[in-house]
Structures are given as structure tokens and as C-alpha cells.
């Protein structure tokens, strides 16, 4: 296990102060927002500086009915080579739903949702992983994730689940402690007893993170300063074994550099206190450093199991973003909470993929994206979302004010090019906005 210290996620708006800070070992790096033939010149000289870079994939979508793609696998691969990481990390999260398995559009979250800890699950999960291993040129670790709302009829603890996996494919562990508290406060799980039920040897690295409570929901923000009681999930965390490297998140509202020295200073003090009451790794006498060959009965999840997820995947996340009927068993406060939060932070990613659209349409932006949203989900990309927005509001004639309408669809023309797609209903609505702009 590569031992890697105190680190930091990698982002552009604070990549000055990263490099300033003291005592930073390694950073961690969104591998989609990282292009192999051109990394940023801030994050190429930490490299040049012998700081360990590690990418943390948010799309792969491991959790998910359908096997991952292999041009998101190759994707990954070649960021891990690029960046000479010593392992890559992705989420315990399914990301889409829909698609051939229903016979229905494939649908994005464009957020990270939960799975369910059923046997269905967990088989496609460990097929799943073991595809993304014999893909990728280095280890693989899994994040737990931190979720508004729970799945009726579980089957397995969050510990007995990520136990089972670890057992079944190998596979290493990050473990977010901050993630931890976040389904402690909105799912009532108790931190200490999943730290106790999970193999501690098989962590890889330990997150820490910030958020904030609404209205007795827990908001794993990234946006935030770092709680006491995450870091009392640390500590819980430190007094089982001594992670190989702890990271410090932070993704919105970056504070100075003070405060991140300070959170840093705090996070360190809590893994030293582990150290000095002498806690070692206690690793079985097989640890899990390779994946273990699986079981016959466990060589692959069956297309029952996949087309059983699918179903109650699609079923879940179209009554999040697409409207429909809300599952039975599931809490529907919880879910129109959910709902609403991942049209805010759809709206919130098109705003910086897209800057140009709310600067055009001024306070108006965010209304209009959640009317825009509200029955129309995500399919594309962010990018692809963003001028899907565009076109709906210029095939309604939007915005009123025909200074800002010219500007969107100067936008508009500029980015669209003479066939934004083949077919579908985006390509019928683009189509319906140059007939309208051309007045026939």
C-alpha cells in the first residue's frame, strides 16, 4: 500500500495557494477535468517537485445496471498514465439509468447516487469492478459516497457491503469520513460500527470534506469549513489503523489559504493523535493487495440481476429529475429534497461550463433553468445541457428583452455549428430554433 501523507483535492482557483501551502505530500485531481496531453502548468510543476498526483473519477458510474464503458475506462487509464499516478479512484454510485436494459432513454444524474446494498447490486458491482481493474493500468480504490436518501429493503450494512466487495474483487477503499457523518445526520447509520465492520487494511486513503446542515439534512458540500464531528470520524477512523494518506476537499467557495493551512493543521493533529496511541495497520494475514480470483457462482452478475438494478435505477432517477412517480418505499421528502439539489447543481455546472448564460440572462438564469429542468432531464453532458437550455428558451421566444435574446442566440449559433446533433428531440428542437430565428 503506497504510503502518500496529507494532500489536497487539486483545483485551478486555489492552485496558487496549493503550492505555497507547507507539508503538502499529494493532491488528488478530478480526472475528467484533466486533459493527458496538456496537464495545467500549476499542477505539472508539483509533479516536477515530486508531489504524488492521484485522479478521482466521477463519471464511470460503477454502481450502475450497465457495464462501464470502455472508452471511460481507456479515458481513465490513460490520465492515470499521464499523470504517473500510483493508483486511480472512483465512487460506489450508480450516475445514469435507462437505456437498452429498460427500453427507455438513457437518463444522466449528474451527481453521485446511492446504490442499493441488495445481493443484485452488489453482484453487478464486483463484475463492475473487476472489468474496470483488467482495464486499468494501476490499483483501483472506491468511494463511499454520502446520500440524501435510502433504498426500502436493504440488505447489508454500509460496512458489511464494502466488506463483501473488498473480499470478492480485491478492490481498495476511500474512505470518506466526511461521508460517514453525512449518512450518520440523514440516514441515521452509526459511523463507528460501519469503521468496525469494513477492512481497514484495504483503505487506500482517507477524504475529508466540509458541509453544512438544512432543515436536519446534511449538505456534503465541499463549500464548507471541515466540522468537529468529521474530524471526530477521523478520529474514530485513526484509533482502527493508520491511514496510508489523508486529503482535505474543498470544491466551492474557496476560503484563504490561512483557513486550508488551518484545516490542514487540524486534520494532521488528529492523525498524529492515532500515531502516538500507537495504532498500526492490522492487516489479515491475506491482506487484499490483489484482487482474489472469484468463485464460479460469482464469475459474473447475471442479466436478471442487471435488468432488476436497471429497473429500480431508471424508477429512482427519473422520479428525481424527469417528474414521474416516486418509487414505493421511498421517503418522498428525502426525494424532493434530492430533486431539488441536483437541479441546483445542474444549474450551478451549466452556469461554469457556460458562463456566458447567466451573465446574458442576469438574475432570470436560475429560474429559468429550473423551469427549464424541471421535466427534462440531463442526457448529454453539462456542455450539451447547457445549450439545450439555450435552445428551449429561444424556441419560446425567450428572453423577453431582445438585447439579451440577440446575445443568446449569438451564443447560441456560435457554439451549435449546422448540426448540433443527428437526431433526437434535441436535434427537432434545434432545427425548430433556426426555423424560428430564420423566420420561416
Partial sequence: MVRLGTGIG???EIADDIARLPGIDWVEVVAENICPGHVPDALQRLRERGTTVVPHGVSLG??????????????????AEALDAPLVTEHIAFVRAGGPLTASPAIEAGHLLPVPRTRDALDV??????????????PLALENIAALISWPGEEMTEGQFLAELVERTGVRLLIDVANLHTNHVNRGEDPAKALDELPTSAIAYVHVAGGVEKDGVWHDSHAHPVTQPVLDVLAELCARTAPPGVLLERDEDFPAAEELAGELAAIRAVTAAGAAAGVTDCRPAEAPDAPKAPDAPDASAGGAARQRLALTQTALLSALVAGTPAPEGFDRRRLRVQSKALTAKRAGVVAKVAPELPEILGDGYRPAFVRYADSRPMTGGYRRDALSFAEHLLADDEPGDPVARRRLTQWWRERSGPAPLAAGPAARLARRVRLALSGR
Fill in 125 to 138: 458491482l464486483c463484475e463492475n469492478v473487476r472489468i474496470a481493474q483488467e482495464a486499468l493500468p494501476v
Fill in 62 to 79: 460503477l454502481g450502475g445496471a450497465e457495464r462501464p464503458a470502455a472508452d471511460r475506462l481507456t479515458a481513465l487509464a490513460e490520465r
Fill in 10 to 12: 487539486w483545483r485551478p
